[in-house]
């Protein structure tokens, strides 16, 4: 017994050891890993997860329900707008129609829809106990497994399944296979029951609780066996898995899972690992992923996302396997500092500091040369390379192949930096800290054009296809060596330390970025979002006629149209791809040497070296995500409050600002998503999101408002649909329509008083000054009357008895006397002309001054009716009374302004009669009339034709308004002789 279990061992051992070394030569195909932990906010003990049609992630645990969108985890109390039945998820699936099932721990199971939801359990024919797992058949029929019994839900009834054909124990997990087959775990005893058919049969007593598809068919774990396919109604087929010797069977104790592209991928004692077949079908190891923590890093199940990504669950976080875009070449661990340029013909020569060249042929051919330690490569022909290692210097050319070593002036071994051939056929070479040499026709001479320049030694070199060589030296010098010696061109560009002739372009790579040597002018290439482009060790152009930079952040990749656009507006940003880490593209180029970084062999492939390794791609098929992401508005926050993104929501009076949480579900590279967002009505362009997946608005009023939300993946593919969410926002009452109409007309109502204020104002102070000036005429006529009679007067009469003194003692000389008597009767007269020209004065002012003040009056007051006024008296002018001439002078100027004011007319005639029995004036013009009603009644709130007629009702007088024989309206009036005239 004991020899045949060691015949068993050897025998186990030798095929192990047959099949390990028989394995696959590397793919170069490699895979990023995320993982997210508790710390990220990931669900702990998860045993299930599924996708919905929006592209979201949802994971259940005994904690709760979890979202994911690719950037953040969300714990959910409800699903659409609908809550939840209990917070201890049990299982989750994603149904069609955008459904979302969950199954909770303590029974109960409710299927979600953005329409509404639905909730079953013992009152709706829905079995008793915990949701243990669920699927769907091929007619998208939900089967679920609940821990007493098997159910399906079938036109919207509950029906069971194989009452009669399986045991009462606990089903702990089903699944559909390839054939349609329905799998049964009933405490890890394994049921089937083929398609059509309604018993179930006994196939297999596994070791697993759970039951996992791979390819479509169940795989599980015997403890015999290891991994084994099964499929009813054929024999149980062992995996066969190629394991290093030292490991042992245990090694592949776990499960495995389908993987992007059709990859497999198993979960190891020591980690995950992507596993590739051989001829023999034998699976091997091509990417093993480190488990770091023990059981809680284990994944239990796994899922391919719509987009091609691996998601794998464990009881500790979640795993996200994203196959990079770059492929690496296969490459020792050992070795570093890395050159891959295009050699003989179309072949790509690989070399590092530790390891010789290796010439790859475009059909996967190897052929390993004695060059050791590559530093520079430089092609004179397709057939004819030189190559530059750290101590001699290589011919190849075509099947002939030379080494001479270091100049022997030098006396011990200097490595190469840099190369270039010049037009007649000498190589340069730059040897460090030696300067610049030539080589040709086998001897070695030192250049001499650089005597006298500091620290000669070149570090990069180029020969443009107009003959001219270009070269740079340390300290930032970059110039042209001449046939005489070195012209410098800019110590502005920091070191440089790649050139690249672009169709007879000169460009430039340094540690600023990419400059065009564009004649004498410099001329940076910027990029558009202002990104610096740092260090630059590499740049070459595709096939396809892209330009490809390699700096310290990835490659970049100028498409021909943006290098095109470069080329006519050099000062204008152009947009440029970049790849980096997250597609491939690890470790930094070297500082110093073998550069530069970039090459292009194998039928256009692009290879890159950097320190630590070497990778490529094809530029024609670059893999592309050419699915655009959904967008997903979560949830709008305002007032210390959360809503549910429903359309239409309705936000309460004073509500001024608004949090808007949204998110785009593109998986892959969430990092590179871009969002942008509008709110109609308040931004007149799209915003773009900086950090956080959300919008903030302030200051906003009442009214409706709806937020526009678009996304693009990282491949720029463009969701313009995107998602959007009306809001409305309730006025308060001083916001409403109604209490801004009542504000308007109490405005204009304001405006109105205030303007008859201010023209009752007038008409009062116009009055006023009238009055004043009739006054001070009246006061000064007094005053010169008082003069005239106490001083003039007094004067006069006392000469004249004087006068009469005299005469009295004058002799009687009849001659004399009478001259003196007739002085005399001239002063008595001069005295009673004196006196009635006092009284005169006394009295009010005549007509004809009362008219003069009247019309100077009416023309400030209305001065538009200067050359529209015709104004004129008839009969004999007499005085008036003083109260008598203020109030017709007011129902005048009152009647001439409205008329001008209000008429429209072209002609305004002003009529003053002086009649013995009474003062009759008139106001005519030959506008357009006015209303019979308004002229009886007056206008309501107006009080000018009121007032008028009260002003002549004073002096016992009577007004008229009325429409004149030929158009217009004349306003006349009439005061009795006894009170008008003085």
Same mark, same amino acid.
């Given at each position: 017994?004991?020899?045949?279990?060691?015949?068993?061992?050897?025998?186990?051992?030798?095929?192990?050891?047959?099949?390990?070394?028989?394995?696959?030569?590397?793919?170069?195909?490699?895979?990023?890993?995320?993982?997210?932990?508790?710390?990220?906010?990931? #669900?702990?003990?998860?045993?299930? !997860?599924?996708?919905? @049609?929006? =592209?979201? $992630?949802?994971?259940?645990?005994?904690?709760? /329900?979890?979202?994911?969108?690719?950037?953040?985890?969300?714990?959910?109390?409800?699903?659409?707008?609908?809550?939840?039945?209990?917070?201890?998820?049990?299982?989750?699936?994603?149904?069609?129609?955008?459904?979302?099932?969950?199954?909770?721990?303590?029974?109960?199971?409710?299927?979600?829809?953005?329409?509404?939801?639905?909730?079953?359990?013992?009152?709706?024919?829905?079995? #008793?106990?915990?949701?243990?797992? !669920?699927?769907?058949? @091929?007619? =998208?029929? $939900?089967?679920?497994?609940?821990?007493?019994? /098997?159910?399906?839900?079938?036109?919207?009834?509950?029906?069971?399944?194989?009452?009669?054909?399986?045991?009462?124990?606990?089903?702990?997990?089903?699944?559909?296979?390839?054939?349609?087959?329905?799998w049964v775990s009933v405490n890890a005893h394994y049921y089937a029951r083929a398609r059509g058919t309604d018993r179930f049969v006994d196939v297999l007593d596994a070791d697993d609780l759970w039951l996992t598809t791979v390819g479509g068919i169940v795989h599980t774990v015997l403890r015999d066996k290891g991994l084994v396919r099964v499929r009813l109604g054929h024999p149980v087929e062992v995996v066969k898995m190629a394991q290093p010797p030292a490991q042992g069977p245990l090694l592949y104790a776990g499960g495995m899972f389908d993987g992007p592209g059709g990859s497999l991928w198993y979960q190891r004692q020591d980690g995950v690992a992507r596993m590739v077949a051989d001829g023999a079908g034998v699976l091997h190891p091509m990417e093993v992923f480190a488990n770091n923590n023990g059981n809680g890093d284990a994944p239990h199940s796994g899922m391919v996302d719509r987009e091609g990504n691996l998601w794998l669950l464990s009881f500790e976080g979640v795993e996200r396997y994203r196959p990079h875009r770059f492929r690496r070449l296969p490459t020792s661990k050992e070795s570093f500092y890395w050159l891959a340029q295009r050699g003989i013909g179309d072949e790509l020569w690989l070399g590092s500091m530790e390891s010789p060249v290796v010439r790859l042929g475009a059909d996967g051919s190897r052929r390993q040369t004695a060059i050791v330690a590559p530093q520079a490569l430089v092609r004179a022909a397709p057939d004819h390379v030189w190559v530059g290692s750290a101590t001699d210097l290589w011919e190849i050319h075509g099947d002939r192949e030379r080494r001479w070593g270091m100049p022997e002036q030098l006396g011990k071994t200097y490595e190469i930096q840099a190369m270039a051939l010049e037009r007649g056929g000498a190589l340069l070479v730059s040897i460090i800290r030696q300067g610049l040499w030539r080589f040709q026709d086998g001897r070695w001479q030192r250049d001499t054009r650089l005597r006298g320049v500091p620290e000669p030694t070149p570090m990069s070199m180029l020969t443009d296809s107009g003959g001219r060589t270009w070269i740079s030296l340390v300290n930032n010098?970059?110039?042209?060596?001449?046939?005489?010696?070195?012209?410098?061109?800019?110590?502005?560009?920091?070191?440089?330390?790649?050139?690249?002739?672009?169709?007879?372009?000169?460009?430039?790579?340094?540690?600023?970025?990419?400059?065009?040597?564009?004649?004498?002018?410099?001329?940076?290439?910027?990029?558009?979002?202002?990104?610096?482009?740092?260090?630059?060790?590499?740049?070459?152009?595709?096939?396809?006629?892209?330009?490809?930079?390699?700096?310290?952040?990835?490659?970049?990749?100028?498409?021909?149209?943006?290098?095109?656009?470069?080329?006519?507006?050099?000062?204008?940003?152009?947009e440029a791809e970049l790849f980096n880490f997250e597609d491939g593209v690890r470790g930094l180029a070297s500082q110093v040497r073998p550069l530069p970084s970039l090459g292009v062999a194998h039928g256009g492939r692009l290879y890159y070296a950097t320190v630590s390794q070497v990778g490529w791609i094809d530029p024609a098929t670059i893999g592309r995500n050419p699915r655009a992401p959904d967008v997903l508005i979560q949830s709008l926050h305002s007032g210390g409050r959360d809503y549910d993104a429903v359309d239409g929501l309705a936000l309460p009076a004073r509500t001024t600002s608004v949090d808007v949480a949204f998110t785009a579900t593109a998986l892959s590279m969430p990092e590179r998503v871009r969002l942008k967002y509008r709110l109609d009505g308040v931004d007149d362009d799209w915003r773009e999101v900086r950090r956080e997946r959300g919008a903030q608005y302030t200051n906003l009023g009442p009214g409706s408002y709806r937020v526009h939300v678009i996304a693009a993946n990282e491949d720029g593919v463009w969701n313009r649909t995107g998602a959007g969410l009306r809001f409305v926002i309730a006025p308060a009452f001083w916001q409403t329509w109604w209490f801004r109409l009542a504000c308007a007309l109490a405005a204009l109502l304001a405006l109105a008083l205030l303007y008859r204020w201010r023209m009752a104002v007038v008409r009062r102070r116009a009055e006023e000054r009238i009055a004043a000036r009739l006054e001070a005429t009246m006061l000064e006529r007094n005053r010169i009357a008082r003069a005239l009679h106490d001083n003039l007067l007094q004067a006069v009469q006392a000469l004249i008895l004087r006068f009469h003194a005299v005469q009295a003692r004058l002799p009687r000389e009849p001659e004399l006397q009478a001259m003196l008597d007739k002085v005399l009767g001239y002063a008595e007269k001069l005295v009673e002309n004196a006196r009635d020209e006092v009284l005169a004065l006394r009295q009010p002012p005549p007509c004809d001054e009362l008219v003069a003040e009247l019309r100077d009056a009416l023309l400030k007051a209305t001065p538009e009716a200067a050359a529209l006024l015709d104004f004129a008296t008839e009969g004999t002018v007499r005085p008036l009374r003083s109260e008598t001439a203020v109030e017709v002078l007011y129902v005048l100027r009152e009647a001439v302004v409205n008329s001008a004011r209000h008429a429209a007319p072209t002609r305004v005639t002003v009529r003053l009669r002086f009649t013995d029995e009474a003062l009759q004036g008139e106001v005519g013009d030959d506008g357009k009339g006015i209303d019979p009603v308004v002229a009886r009644d007056g206008r309501a709130g107006h009080w000018g034709l009121v007032g008028m007629r009260e002003r002549i009702a004073r002096v016992g007088g009577a007004l008229a308004v009325e429409a004149g024989a030929a158009g217009g309206t004349v306003v006349g009036f009439s005061v009795p002789a006894a009170s008008a005239y003085a």
């Open positions: 017994m004991a020899l045949g279990r060691l015949a068993v061992l050897l025998m186990w051992w030798w095929t192990a050891c047959s099949s390990w070394a028989a394995s696959p030569a590397p793919d170069g195909v490699t895979h990023e890993r995320r993982r997210w932990t508790q710390a990220d906010g990931a #669900p702990q003990q998860s045993f299930r !997860m599924t996708q919905t @049609g929006d =592209g979201l $992630l949802w994971f259940s645990s005994p904690a709760g /329900l979890t979202s994911f969108d690719g950037v953040r985890f969300r714990q959910e109390n409800k699903v659409y707008g609908h809550a939840l039945l209990s917070s201890s998820i049990a299982s989750v699936l994603a149904l069609p129609g955008g459904r979302l099932a969950v199954g909770y721990h303590f029974g109960g199971l409710s299927i979600f829809s953005r329409n509404g939801v639905h909730h079953y359990d013992a009152s709706n024919g829905f079995p #008793p106990g915990s949701v243990t797992s !669920m699927a769907l058949d @091929g007619a =998208g029929v $939900l089967h679920v497994a609940v821990s007493s019994a /098997l159910v399906r839900l079938q036109d919207g009834q509950w029906q069971e399944i194989g009452r009669d054909s399986l045991p009462r124990d606990m089903r702990t997990a089903i699944v559909f296979d390839r054939d349609g087959t329905l010098r970059f110039g042209e060596l001449t046939a005489t010696g070195f012209r410098p061109v800019s110590t502005s560009l920091g070191m440089v330390l790649a050139m690249f002739d672009c169709g007879g372009r000169l460009l430039i790579g340094s540690e600023q970025g990419v400059t065009w040597r564009d004649g004498e002018t410099l001329r940076p290439l910027r990029l558009r979002g202002g990104a610096p482009i740092r260090r630059v060790t590499g740049l070459v152009t595709d096939g396809g006629g892209s330009l490809w930079i390699h700096s310290d952040d990835g490659l970049y990749r100028l498409a021909p149209a943006a290098l095109r656009r470069f080329w006519q507006a050099p000062g204008e940003p152009v």
